[in-house]
């Protein structure tokens, strides 16, 4: 159980498109999703907290408006991040969460932006 | 703002050494998790411990809660090669802080 999904699990894109990345609860309801990103070598940096049907609550330093998530069920968030630029490639980690404590990750999105 | 610090950040053994992996805050959480994550890959959830002073057991993995909730340690017996990869600790904390990460403890196991 607790299975979590991500699509697609790599995307190169060039400069100045926007890219979107699905992330989904396959098994259990996920109440709150999270948006990670994590750099080579480095521990995951937490971009935004998400619950379904509402706005995202993103970290302080995270631009809300390049960063755009939508959770508009209990299963499914996306990531759409606008306007990519080099600096923007990344490994993108999704997490959904049921309880206040335990999350789940999915495998992860690694972006390149050319 | 809450901090958990995790040491080591890198870790070389060789195989049948057996290691510990700390994380620690100044912070009380009310849970916290133990997290492997490979290269290319998500974390994967090994373990939550609740109760302070709590010990669990994932084959030859070890995992203790501190007995005041602001401190956990991971025990690896015996490492071997596939036990290599970033560990991370997770804390959630109470009154509704949201969980935070320590820093990863790169852990390298050679044969």
């Known amino acids: 159980g607790a299975v979590v999904s991500q699509h697609p699990s790599w995307v190169i894109c060039k400069s100045g498109t926007s890219v979107k990345i699905e992330c989904r609860s396959l098994?259990?309801?996920?109440?709150?999703m999270f948006w990670y990103r994590q750099f080579p070598k480095q521990s995951l940096m937490l971009m935004a907290t998400s619950n379904e049907g509402s706005k995202a609550t993103y970290e302080q330093g995270v631009e809300k408006d390049k960063f755009l998530i939508n959770h508009a069920s209990l299963t499914l968030s996306t990531l759409t991040v606008t306007s990519a630029h080099p600096e923007d490639s990344s490994f993108y980690i999704c997490s959904a969460s049921s309880s206040a404590s335990e999350q789940y990750f999915g495998p992860g999105t690694r972006l390149t932006v050319t | 703002t809450q901090l958990l610090e995790q040491s080591p950040q890198f870790l070389s053994i060789q195989e049948g050494e057996n290691l510990t992996v700390y994380c620690n805050s100044s912070?009380?959480?009310?849970?916290l998790q133990w997290y492997r994550q490979e290269p290319g890959e998500g974390p994967v959830l090994l373990v939550t411990v609740v109760t302070g002073g709590e010990v669990k057991k994932l084959k030859r993995l070890t995992f203790q809660f501190g007995d005041a909730r602001k401190d956990s340690s991971l025990h690896i017996t015996a490492a071997q090669p596939g036990d290599t990869g970033l560990y991370l600790c997770a804390g959630a904390g109470t009154g509704g802080f949201k969980t935070i990460f320590g820093a990863g403890t790169r852990l390298f196991v050679k044969a």
């Open positions: 912070s009380v959480f009310s849970s």
């Open positions: 098994d259990f309801q996920a109440t709150t």
